[in-house]
């Protein structure tokens, strides 16, 4: 990278700024400035042009070829002989002739003699009555820059004769610019002056300005590092209600960022609390089973066998337990790009069938009808699977022996009615909770992250679920998953909930 850039990187951001304005004024009035002096010495020159045509009329014939005679044949082409008296012109302008050979006779009035060139004997050799001739600039006989019009010379022969052409000759004439140089260098100077201010000003007004803007820039910043050595999720960055300015949306981007960071470390100190509460239950439960058993054997009382199988059966019924709660917090733990890696199109009447088996083999004495509908959606298989499996579980869970579970799928639809007790209205609002239980429920088995588990799923497949009173007595648990009858042939992103 190149040094200047990679140390122009390393600088803040209001130095970076400050310099940015203060080049872009430096350019702008440089800008302005070039093209200023450019204009004014146009307008000094056309002034200084105007003024040279004014003096281009017709020469007295007398005096032209008084001057001509009074400049001797030159040996040299590029020698110059001044004439006696003639007077062709005002003083204070340069005024000869020109031959082409270059040979110049200068008037007696003449300021003083100019440098013949090329161009000069051009206009000779193109010379017409009507030629504007050509204005350039050039030096005299001293090297002092002087304006140049070099014109074919027209001569007059006295009233009553029109102006002819003289053959051979130019007539030149030139002013000094000695006036107008001096006059641009002091604007060159001024402009100069004027453009050092401006661009130190705009850097000065540029930091100014970047401070300015940048202070709630400051203050956010001061904000994340308070954060990150406090880990105080609650402090907030003050923002004005009607700022709608890229730092403000940042600030409550910020603040945002903050809350969910605060919810999110609170629900998962929650959920912590709520694990080792729902594991100590059984942990303890487990381990005195245990010890009892131990004990037994290192007294050499053992326990009746009525006794002993009963207690193998309920530490074999707390280890499932445990295992079931733990599979439910890996569940729940489970990102959502982890998810996505896996979802697919499923069938969900094929979902719902697999679940009815496992259901069955928990409910046996139970009548579970089905009546289903295909219809395929997007969705983890196995998740699905598990969160079907959860709803079912609790309809088995709390019917009455010999009761009767009723479950439809139509339309993407599906409806898992049982003829329990229901739910009583003010612990509806709890049922998706993590680790909520009813109280009616808290001696039956289970973690109470089944119903969360089953929320959450539906949710991420876009679908939702709800949990009310049946008419009739029992509980409905209602589940809406988008998709279509049939299986999309090539294009399954069609039943993403999240495509557009």
């Known amino acids: 990278m190149n040094p200047v850039l990679r140390r122009y990187r390393s600088l803040p951001i209001r130095s970076r700024l400050a310099l940015l304005v203060a080049a872009a004024v430096a350019f702008a009035v440089a800008a302005v400035s070039v093209t200023c002096w450019f204009i004014v010495q146009g307008k000094l020159y056309d002034q200084l042009d105007a003024d040279l045509k004014g003096m281009q009329q017709p020469q007295r014939y007398d005096q032209v070829v008084g001057l001509l005679a009074s400049c001797p044949q030159a040996p040299q082409t590029d020698q110059t002989y001044r004439g006696g008296t003639n007077d062709l012109g005002a003083r204070n302008a340069y005024i000869q002739l020109v031959k082409s050979n270059g040979r110049a006779c200068v008037s007696a009035t003449s300021a003083g003699t100019v440098k013949v060139t090329d161009t000069d004997t051009k206009v000779i050799k ?20 002087v304006r140049v019009l070099t014109i074919p010379l027209i001569v007059s022969q006295g009233p009553g004769n029109p102006p002819q052409m003289y053959p051979d000759t130019a007539l030149t004439i030139a002013v000094s610019l000695k006036g107008t140089q001096s ?8 402009l100069l002056l004027v453009s050092g201010v ?3 000003g705009a850097g000065a007004a540029g930091l100014a300005v970047a401070r300015a803007g ?54 998962q100190q929650q959920l912590i609390a709520d694990a080792g509460h729902e594991l100590r239950t059984p942990l303890t439960s487990l381990r005195t089973n245990i010890e009892l058993l131990t004990r037994s054997e290192e007294t050499g009382r053992p326990l009746p066998e009525a006794d002993r199988k009963a207690l193998l059966a309920s530490v074999k019924a707390q280890m499932t337990e445990l295992a079931s709660l733990i599979g439910d917090l890996q569940e729940l733990s489970r990102s959502e790009g982890q998810r996505g890696e896996r979802v697919q199109v499923v069938s969900l009447e094929d979902t719902v069938e697999a679940a009815l088996r496992r259901a069955r083999l928990r409910g046996p004495e139970l ?3 089905a009546s289903l509908e295909p219809w395929y959606t997007r969705a983890e ?20 022996e010999g009761g009767t579970i009723e479950v439809r799928l139509d339309g993407g639809v599906l409806t898992v009615r049982d003829h329990g007790p229901g739910i009583p209205a003010e612990e509806l609002p709890h049922v998706f909770d993590r680790f909520w239980r009813s109280p009616s429920a808290r001696a039956l088995p289970g973690s109470g992250l089944g119903l969360s588990i089953v929320a959450r799923t539906i949710e991420q497949s876009g679908g939702q679920v709800t949990l009310d009173h049946a008419d009739g007595g029992g509980t409905v648990a209602t589940v809406r998953l988008p998709g279509a009858p049939t299986p ?10 999240r495509a557009p």
């Open 367 to 369: 009548t579970i009808t």
């Open 214 to 267: 940048l202070r709630p820039v400051d203050k956010l910043t001061e904000a994340v590092e308070e954060v990150a050595r406090t880990e105080d999720l609650s402090i907030r960055i003050p923002v004005e209600d009607d700022a709608e300015d890229e730092v403000a949306r940042l600030s409550r981007s910020f603040n945002s960022m903050t809350s969910s960071l605060a919810n999110s470390h609170e629900l």
């Open 126 to 145: 193109n010379a017409t009555l009507t030629g504007t001739g050509v204005i350039r600039n050039g030096t005299d006989s001293d090297g002092k820059a």
């Open 183 to 190: 006059t641009l260098n002091d604007l060159a100077l001024i």
């Open 198 to 200: 401006g661009v130190l």
């Open 381 to 400: 298989p196995a998740a699905l699977e598990r969160a079907v499996v959860n709803i079912l579980d609790n309809a088995v869970k709390f019917s009455p």
């Open 488 to 497: 999309p042939p090539e294009t399954p992103e069609t039943l993403d909930p």
